[in-house]
C-alpha cells in the first residue's frame, strides 16, 4: 500500500457550510498530456464564487470572484496557458474571466434561458460546448450548445433531438480529433458529434445506449470511450466507424466498481499524464490501492486532482486538502482502518436510441 499524508488544507475563507464542486489545474500546458508542476488551482462553490490559489493552499492576491452566477455548476479552463477560465450555471449564462485581469471577457446565454449542468472548451477550435438541466422529470428536451468565441451572440451549433434528460458530461477528443465531441447524459445515452457538420442527424455519427444514467464519460484512447453510471458501474466501449457493417455497441468491458475496489462511491476518472486513476469514496472499513487516510471525515468528496507528486482533493465539508505519499514503490492491497473516511483512487487499465432510465442524477 501507499499511504498518502495530508500536507494542507484550507476552507478558502469559504462561508460556513459551504460545497466545493470542482476543482481545475491552471498550469500552463506542456504537452498534450503534461501540465506544468505547482501551478495555481480554481475551484467552484456552493456560495456561487470561483476561486483561485497556488500549490500550498494559498489564495493568490484578488483571487476570489464572488457572486458570479445564480447557482454555478461548471468550470473549465479555456486556454492552454491557463490564464482564460469558462463557468457556467442554472443562470443559463457561460462566462470567461481572464485571471491577469481579474474580469469578465467573455458572456453567452442560452436561447430559451436553458439551465447548463455541463461544460468544456476547446481552444485551439475557439470553442465553448455546453449542455443542459432538465428541470423536470423526463423526456425532454436537453439542447447542447456550441459558441464560437470569436463570434459570439447566438450558438453556432444547437443539438437539441440527441439527448432526453440532464446532460452531465461534455468532453472534446482534444488530442487527436478536436472537432469530435463526446456528452453523456442521465437519459443512458453516449453521443458522438462530428462538429464539422452543422446538420444534427450528420454530427450524429454515434449513439451508445448504457442503459444506465451517466455519471462521466471521457476519451480512453482516440478509439475508446469509458463511462462511468450512476450506480457505479464502469464501461468501456470501442469507437466504431459508422460506416462498418457491424454498429452493434457490446461493452468490451463492464464491472460494478463497488463490489471490485469495496467502496461506496465513485467521484471520476482521473487524468495523470497518459495514466487514468479511478477515484473512489468510502465511508466504513476498506481496503485501497492509494490511502488518503480521514479524508473529508463522513463528508462527499466531490473532485479529485492528480498535478505532478501532488493530489488535491474537494468535497462537501468545505475543504480543499493536499496530499503526498509517504512511500515510494508500487502500491499493494492492504486493509484499511476502521476509522474515519477514506478516499481511494486504483489505476485503471487503459483498457437504438431508446434510453435505459435510472433514478434521474443530480449533481449539485
Given at each position: 500500500?501507499?499511504d498518502f499524508?495530508?500536507?494542507?488544507?484550507?476552507n478558502?475563507?469559504?462561508p460556513?457550510?459551504?460545497y466545493?464542486?470542482?476543482?481545475i489545474?491552471l498550469?500552463?500546458?506542456?504537452?498534450s498530456s503534461v501540465l506544468a508542476?505547482g501551478?495555481?488551482?480554481a475551484?467552484?462553490s456552493?456560495d456561487?464564487?470561483?476561486r483561485?490559489?497556488d500549490?500550498?493552499l494559498?489564495?493568490?492576491?484578488?483571487?476570489?470572484?464572488e457572486?458570479?452566477?445564480n447557482?454555478?455548476t461548471?468550470?473549465?479552463?479555456f486556454d492552454d496557458?491557463?490564464?482564460i477560465?469558462a463557468?457556467a450555471?442554472?443562470d443559463?449564462?457561460?462566462k470567461?474571466?481572464?485571471r491577469?485581469?481579474k474580469?469578465?471577457?467573455?458572456?453567452?446565454?442560452?436561447?430559451?434561458?436553458?439551465?447548463?449542468?455541463?461544460?468544456?472548451?476547446?481552444?485551439?477550435?475557439?470553442?465553448?460546448?455546453?449542455?443542459?438541466e432538465?428541470?423536470d422529470?423526463?423526456?425532454?428536451?436537453?439542447?447542447?450548445f456550441?459558441?464560437?468565441?470569436?463570434?459570439g451572440?447566438s450558438?453556432?451549433?444547437?443539438?437539441?433531438e440527441?439527448?432526453t434528460?440532464?446532460?452531465?458530461?461534455?468532453?472534446?477528443?482534444?488530442?487527436?480529433?478536436?472537432?469530435?465531441?463526446?456528452s453523456?447524459?442521465?437519459d443512458?445515452?453516449?453521443?458522438?458529434f462530428?462538429?464539422?457538420?452543422?446538420n444534427?442527424d450528420?454530427a450524429?455519427?454515434?449513439?451508445i445506449?448504457?442503459?444506465?444514467?451517466?455519471?462521466?464519460?471521457?476519451?480512453?484512447t482516440?478509439?475508446?470511450?469509458?463511462?462511468l453510471s450512476?450506480?457505479?458501474k464502469?464501461t468501456q466501449?470501442e469507437?466504431?466507424?459508422?460506416?462498418?457493417?457491424d454498429?452493434?455497441?457490446?461493452?468490451?468491458?463492464?464491472?460494478?466498481?463497488r463490489?471490485r475496489?469495496?467502496?461506496?462511491?465513485v467521484?471520476?476518472?482521473?487524468?495523470?499524464g497518459?495514466?487514468k486513476?479511478?477515484?473512489?469514496?468510502?465511508?466504513r472499513?476498506s481496503?485501497s490501492?492509494?490511502?488518503?487516510?480521514?479524508?473529508?471525515?463522513?463528508?462527499i468528496?466531490r473532485d479529485v486532482?492528480v498535478?505532478?507528486?501532488?493530489i488535491?482533493?474537494c468535497g462537501?465539508?468545505?475543504?480543499i486538502?493536499?496530499?503526498?505519499?509517504s512511500?515510494?514503490?508500487?502500491?499493494m492491497?492492504?486493509?484499511g482502518?476502521?476509522k474515519?473516511?477514506?478516499?481511494?483512487?486504483k489505476?485503471?487499465?487503459k483498457?437504438?436510441?431508446e434510453?435505459?432510465?435510472?433514478?434521474?442524477f443530480?449533481?449539485?
Amino acid at each position: 500500500m501507499t499511504d498518502f499524508n495530508q500536507i494542507a488544507s484550507s476552507n478558502l475563507s469559504l462561508p460556513a457550510d459551504s460545497y466545493i464542486y470542482s476543482l481545475i489545474t491552471l498550469s500552463k500546458r506542456l504537452e498534450s498530456s503534461v501540465l506544468a508542476p505547482g501551478s495555481p488551482i480554481a475551484v467552484i462553490s456552493s456560495d456561487d464564487s470561483l476561486r483561485i490559489f497556488d500549490a500550498d493552499l494559498n489564495l493568490l492576491p484578488d483571487g476570489i470572484y464572488e457572486n458570479i452566477h445564480n447557482s454555478i455548476t461548471c468550470v473549465s479552463r479555456f486556454d492552454d496557458d491557463g490564464n482564460i477560465i469558462a463557468t457556467a450555471g442554472r443562470d443559463a449564462c457561460v462566462k470567461l474571466w481572464d485571471r491577469r485581469t481579474k474580469s469578465k471577457v467573455a458572456e453567452f446565454v442560452t436561447p430559451k434561458k436553458e439551465a447548463l449542468s455541463a461544460l468544456n472548451c476547446c481552444a485551439s477550435n475557439n470553442a465553448i460546448v455546453a449542455g443542459t438541466e432538465l428541470k423536470d422529470d423526463g423526456p425532454g428536451e436537453s439542447p447542447i450548445f456550441l459558441w464560437d468565441t470569436r463570434k459570439g451572440g447566438s450558438p453556432q451549433l444547437q443539438y437539441v433531438e440527441s439527448h432526453t434528460d440532464t446532460i452531465t458530461e461534455l468532453r472534446f477528443n482534444s488530442s487527436t480529433n478536436p472537432t469530435h465531441l463526446l456528452s453523456g447524459s442521465t437519459d443512458g445515452l453516449i453521443n458522438l458529434f462530428d462538429l464539422s457538420q452543422d446538420n444534427e442527424d450528420d454530427a450524429l455519427f454515434q449513439v451508445i445506449n448504457n442503459k444506465s444514467a451517466i455519471h462521466h464519460t471521457g476519451f480512453l484512447t482516440s478509439t475508446s470511450v469509458y463511462t462511468l453510471s450512476t450506480d457505479e458501474k464502469w464501461t468501456q466501449y470501442e469507437i466504431r466507424n459508422p460506416d462498418e457493417e457491424d454498429s452493434s455497441h457490446n461493452p468490451e468491458e463492464s464491472l460494478d466498481l463497488r463490489e471490485r475496489l469495496g467502496c461506496e462511491y465513485v467521484i471520476k476518472v482521473v487524468d495523470a499524464g497518459d495514466a487514468k486513476w479511478v477515484a473512489i469514496g468510502q465511508h466504513r472499513q476498506s481496503y485501497s490501492r492509494l490511502n488518503f487516510a480521514g479524508a473529508h471525515g463522513n463528508e462527499i468528496v466531490r473532485d479529485v486532482l492528480v498535478d505532478a507528486s501532488t493530489i488535491y482533493s474537494c468535497g462537501e465539508d468545505g475543504h480543499i486538502r493536499a496530499w503526498k505519499a509517504s512511500s515510494t514503490g508500487e502500491a499493494m492491497e492492504t486493509e484499511g482502518t476502521e476509522k474515519a473516511s477514506k478516499d481511494k483512487k486504483k489505476k485503471h487499465r487503459k483498457k437504438d436510441k431508446e434510453a435505459g432510465k435510472e433514478a434521474r442524477f443530480a449533481p449539485y
